[in-house]
């Protein structure tokens, strides 16, 4: 039986940690590279969900989605897998159309959403973790997902390691100002603009051509828009499998740096 080198599964190991590394980890603002921003479609937390799941398939997970490389980033390519076009046609109707066929190929499938007593787009927060990890089983992976109700103080901090560790997260925010939550973004940076002024960086999902969106990170309230009501964590439980085309791509910069030494989310 020919023997396997455990070293080339090593190296390639090694070559994902760096290719998630946040782009200015050694200073503020620090953004995640490769989140796709994807337009809304039936739901944004099925859309900002998918911001986060297509970021893993660019990094290792590449058959989370069935669009491959670049194609990952248009929402064209990932929208029936975002809310397949069964959940579409047994849940957007009001009432749903429970004669049309159950789903299990779409995040918003997992999600519950519309759902029941939802209108079209809507999802319940409980909802969300097990959206995301039922999906991801789906296509044969282990992720894990959680609601984190901390404390603002605590509630950034975990923004922050989540961040620096090279994974994106979503937030469920009160976009209108009305101090009611109503909307899910995923996030993907942080800045630390002196003291205590703290912004964060996400996706309105709103737009597939949007850069990143700076908002303030303090609660919800009546007087501004985009407060935080709580985060959605995110992480894959197993070890990425990186792409050959990518192992050499990123070998040739790995050498290179050794040669230096219970609530509703709105449809918006």
């Excluded at 992976?141 to 950034?156: E, Q, R």
């Amino acid at each position: 039986m020919k023997r396997i080198s455990a070293k080339p599964i090593y190296f390639s190991l090694v070559l994902v940690f760096f290719a998630i590394i946040p782009t200015s980890a050694l200073g503020s603002p620090v953004t995640l590279s490769d989140v796709p921003a994807y337009n809304w479609y039936h739901g944004c937390s099925p859309t900002a969900a998918a911001s986060v799941i297509g970021y893993w398939d660019l990094h290792g997970y590449q058959n989370l989605f069935t669009a491959s490389a670049t194609d990952v980033y248009l929402t064209a390519n990932v929208q029936d897998q975002i809310s397949s076009p069964e959940h579409n046609a047994r849940y957007d109707p009001i009432p749903d159309d429970l004669t049309k066929p159950q789903s299990w190929n779409s995040i918003a499938d997992f999600m519950s959403t519309s759902a029941g007593d939802l209108g079209m787009g809507w999802t319940y927060i409980n909802n969300i973790p097990n959206g995301i990890t039922g999906y991801a089983s789906s296509q044969s992976y282990a992720f894990s997902a959680w609601n984190d109700y901390s404390s603002l103080p605590s509630l950034w901090t975990d923004l922050v390691n989540e961040i620096n560790a090279g994974r994106p997260l979503m937030l469920a925010v009160d976009s209108s100002g009305d101090g009611s939550v109503d909307h899910s973004i995923p996030v993907l940076a942080y800045d630390i603009r002196g003291g205590n002024d703290l912004w964060y960086g996400a996706y309105t999902t709103w737009s597939e051509a949007e850069t990143i969106s700076w908002f303030q990170f303090r609660g919800m309230s009546n007087s501004y828009g985009w407060g935080v009501y709580n985060a959605t964590i995110i992480e894959p439980l197993q070890p990425a499998v990186p792409e050959p085309s990518t192992m050499l791509l990123l070998g040739s910069g790995l050498l290179g740096l050794a040669g230096y030494g219970r609530k509703k989310f709105f449809k918006k």
